[in-house]
């Protein structure tokens, strides 16, 4: 008798499981009591949370509306043999679904995951951390960044225009140009691009449009707390450097390799004499005027000296170069430290040190070397007194190995190969286009014993 009770109770449970399933699936006409009434909805999301329990995610599908009873979903995870986790991520279910395709939906890989995104100053470093979490390739990767980086950019542009034109006093062309080279895709201005934390991410190998969902989500937010310690110094800078570029015509000045090279003595000394000149090729004039008070001085008195760099409105600005001196065997004044003459060991018989000469140069218009846009047709800087000093675009000075200072003692030298080299500004002193230009330099086979030299071809 026993035997049959309970016989008779578990074909009750299961009869009660297969009506319940059935019912779930076949939907309300013939639910009854177990189930309710429902309408047809758009597909909607669902999300499932990293640390949530099974329990916790049916109980909400039940109350959500997405079920209709919580022992419906139990029995059919029971009844399935393969019991698959549910991960966490969102899901895409409406509560028109049958219980089984809720089911079988939320045991496939979810269209969203969760990501913990940690804090990352790089932008490239963001694109890496998604492409390892996600599987991306290099295409991917590459296009997010991209994406991304470009999003930033233009979002913030406005505040950060704002902010860099109180910060350096821009004025109307300043702004201008700042803009326009704002724009350019360089420009890393922000050092925090995003605010770490856990987000849903869509699976998808589409880097762009991950992109712009995690901008929106996550780096759209940065922007309404932007401020300069929310910039790179280094961009800033960079962008700063490239607006004044833009717009002053600076000069650039290059030497040209020494020439004319050859060995005399005088006084029992031995000495590597030479010619050298150097040239303006840059956009603007290299222009030296002194303050107001030390104009027209006379004598041997150190002049400070100031740079004037003009822009194409017209405007110009100063800033303190260096000094004037006052040169006795020229009879004129020069500009101090404005170029060095080098002769460095290359494979000398003994180890020696390089010997350097500094060297000060009138600054002046001699010759049209070649002719640039800015170029006058005549000289426009010709003396060398203390009023002003300068070289247009296009102009340069020779000083020949005749003159006072082109030389080099060379008596304690051996014999072996040197080279002789011409850096001009060596101390920066002004400003130029570039300083990566300002050497020049030749080969020479050195024997001051025999009063020899030989220029070497390279």
Not at 43 to 54: A, C, D, M, Y
Not at 98 to 121: A, G, H, I, M, N
Request: some cysteine; proline content about 5%; aromatic content about 12%.
């Amino acid at each position: 008798m026993r035997i049959a009770i309970f016989i008779c109770t578990i074909l009750l449970i299961i009869s009660t499981l297969f009506v319940v399933v059935v019912v779930q699936q076949i939907g309300p006409p013939i639910c009854f009591f177990w189930c309710r009434s429902q309408a047809q909805v758009e597909t909607e999301s669902f999300i499932v949370n990293p640390k949530e329990t099974l329990d916790e995610i049916i109980q909400r599908l039940n109350t959500e509306g997405f079920i209709k009873t919580e022992l419906a979903f139990k029995s059919l995870r029971l009844i399935e043999r393969d019991q698959v986790p549910i991960k966490p991520g969102e899901y895409k279910i409406s509560k028109s679904m049958s219980l089984s395709r809720v089911y079988s939906t939320l045991t496939q890989p979810p269209e969203k995951v969760w990501l913990d995104v940690p804090e990352f100053r790089e932008i490239d470093k963001l694109g890496k951390f998604f492409a390892q979490e996600l599987g991306w390739n290099a295409t991917t990767t590459d296009d997010f960044i991209f994406q991304f980086r470009r999003d930033t950019h233009a979002h913030v542009k406005k505040e950060a225009m704002q902010i860099l034109s109180l910060q350096t006093n821009w004025d109307d062309l300043e702004k201008k140009t700042a803009e326009e080279l704002y724009d350019n895709i360089e420009y890393d201005i922000l050092t925090r691009t995003f605010v770490p934390g856990s987000y849903l991410i869509p699976l998808t190998d589409n880097g762009t449009k991950i992109a712009l969902y995690f901008f929106e989500k996550a780096g759209a937010p940065v922007t309404k707390r932007l401020s300069v310690s929310f910039m790179h110094k280094s961009s800033i800078t960079r962008l700063f450097n490239s607006v004044r570029n833009a717009i002053e015509l600076l000069p650039d000045i290059v030497p040209q390799p020494p020439y004319d090279i050859q060995i005399t003595s005088k006084d029992s000394q031995v000495y590597l004499v030479f010619s050298s000149a150097y040239w303006n090729q840059g956009t603007g004039p290299l222009v030296l005027v002194p303050g107001s008070r030390d104009q027209d001085l006379v004598g041997d008195i150190a002049t400070n000296i100031y740079q004037r760099i003009y822009r194409t409105d017209g405007a110009y600005r100063t800033r303190l170069a260096g000094t004037f001196l006052w040169h006795d065997e020229h009879d004129h004044y020069h500009f101090d430290d404005f170029m060095d003459y080098i002769l460095a060991p290359v494979d000398a018989a003994t180890k020696i040190e390089p010997v350097q000469e500094k060297t000060s140069f009138c600054v002046r218009d001699k010759d049209l070397i070649k002719k640039l846009p800015g170029s006058p047709t005549e000289a426009k800087y010709s003396t060398c007194s203390t009023t002003i000093q300068g070289v247009s675009v296009g102009w340069g000075d020779v000083y020949k190995y005749t003159l006072a200072d082109q030389d080099i003692n060379i008596t304690k030298l051996p014999k072996g190969y040197y080279r002789l080299i011409f850096e001009v500004n060596p101390g920066e002193h002004f400003n130029e286009v570039r300083m990566d230009n300002n050497s020049s330099s030749v080969l020479l086979l050195l024997d001051p014993q025999k009063h020899t030299v030989q220029i070497q071809k390279e």
